[in-house]
Each structure stands twice: as C-alpha cells, then as structure tokens.
C-alpha cells in the first residue's frame, strides 16, 4: 500500500563511486520530483518530471542524472559521488506539477566516506 | 535561493499546550502549504490555503495567509506527545515548483 516507495534506505559508499536510488509511486501521479535534504534540515529540488518529460532541472553538478523509465518511476544517478553529497534523498509525486499537493518517500540517506 | 523561511527555528512546549510557528516568504504566491516531517522519515501533506483564502482550519491545525505581509501561520492546538516533527512551510511560485524553508523543529513535553 506504500504511496511513494524509496530504495534503498540507507546507502553507504566510497567517493569517487557510483550509485543509483530507486523510486516508485502508486498514485497514478504524473509528476515525481527528487529533493535533497541536508543536515540542517533545508529541502532543496533538484528535478521534476512529467509524464517522463524533465521539466526541473535545478543548478545541480551533472554527475547527478534522473531517469524516468515511465511515469510511475524516477530514479537518481549519482557518479563519482563526493564527501558533499551525503545528504538525505527524497522522491515525490504529485499529480500535476509545481502547486499540487506532493507526497514523499520515506528518503534515502546517503553516507559518502 | 530559499523562499520560506520558518520562525521559531525550534519551540518546546507541554502537552496540551497550543504551537505557533510562522513562516516569511519573498514573491508572490499562488499558495501555501504546510508538511510535517516525523525524525528519520518523509514529508507529510498538513494543509494548503490559496493566495485568496485568509484561513484554513483541519482539526487541530488553524493556517492563516497575509499575503500583505507575506507571511502564513500555522497553529496547532491542545498539543500531543505525537506531534514532536518539523514543520515547513512551502511556496508555489509562478515557475510551478514548490520551494520549502529549513522549518520548525516542534517538541511536546509530557
């Protein structure tokens, strides 16, 4: 019955590795949207897609890449994976974009050591 | 850069005590919403007020809109044990993306 699920929970790994987080919704929602979370706690978007079709693509270093296979699912792409990125990843969905109300996954919180 | 900004950044209050947190907001919006975040999971959706609504009640939680003043508050009523979260607020600008502050880390005593 989960809404929006997240895989994995919790990811540790080396910099200079490559890792990838997995998103699914079962809302039927046509937009999903991945945020990154830092320690202090402030939310930030990084990207948005439509009905598989990116339409936010904030300032983020472009080793970070969304893939959208189809609607129901947005995955992260992170290459080379630095100190800095360790963070807490959400995935959204909403069912339009940007004013809708957006549930969240439960995060995946990625340690870079 | 940040839209919302959440005040207090944190408030500790007894159990049946009411919680008032604010938020600021720079631009124009075409609504508001207030989230909930338990430690160690997701957002959680609490309520959206319009950019012509000046109140929004659901149960405990009163919301209030000065788009004037460019401020919103979020009231929560006859607090629970089960409402210790952070709180934010987030905005909709006119570039269809909501932009949320860092919160209001709320603790209710026993």
């Known amino acids: 019955d989960t809404a929006v699920s997240q895989t994995p929970k919790y990811l540790v790994t080396q910099m200079g590795n490559d890792k990838s987080i997995k998103c699914e919704q079962n809302l039927g929602h046509d937009t999903m949207y991945w945020y990154k979370q830092d320690s202090k706690k402030f939310l930030k978007i990084m990207f948005s897609?439509?009905?598989?079709?990116?339409?936010i693509n904030e300032t983020v270093p472009n080793r970070f890449s969304p893939k959208s296979p189809d609607k129901a699912h947005l995955n992260l792409h992170i290459n080379s994976l630095e100190l800095g990125d360790s963070a807490v990843y959400f995935c959204?969905?909403?069912?339009?974009?940007?004013?809708?109300?957006?549930?969240f996954g439960p995060g995946t919180r990625l340690t870079v050591l | 850069s940040q839209q919302g900004e959440e005040d207090p950044q944190a408030l500790s209050i007894q159990e049946g005590e009411n919680a008032t947190m604010n938020c600021s907001y720079k631009?124009?919006?075409?609504?508001l919403q207030w989230y909930r975040q338990n430690s160690g999971r997701g957002l959680v959706h609490l309520i959206l007020i319009r950019s012509n609504e000046r109140e929004k009640h659901s149960g405990r939680l009163r919301v209030t809109l000065d788009t004037s003043k460019k401020s919103s508050s979020l009231l929560i009523t006859a607090s629970r044990a089960a409402d210790t979260a952070s709180y934010f607020c987030a905005t909709d600008t006119s570039d269809y993306k909501l932009s949320f502050g860092a919160g209001t880390t709320v603790t209710v005593r026993a």
């Open positions: 897609y439509n009905n598989k079709e990116l339409i």
């Open positions: 959204a969905s909403s069912q339009d974009s940007g004013s809708d109300t957006q549930y």
């Open positions: 631009t124009s919006i075409n609504n």
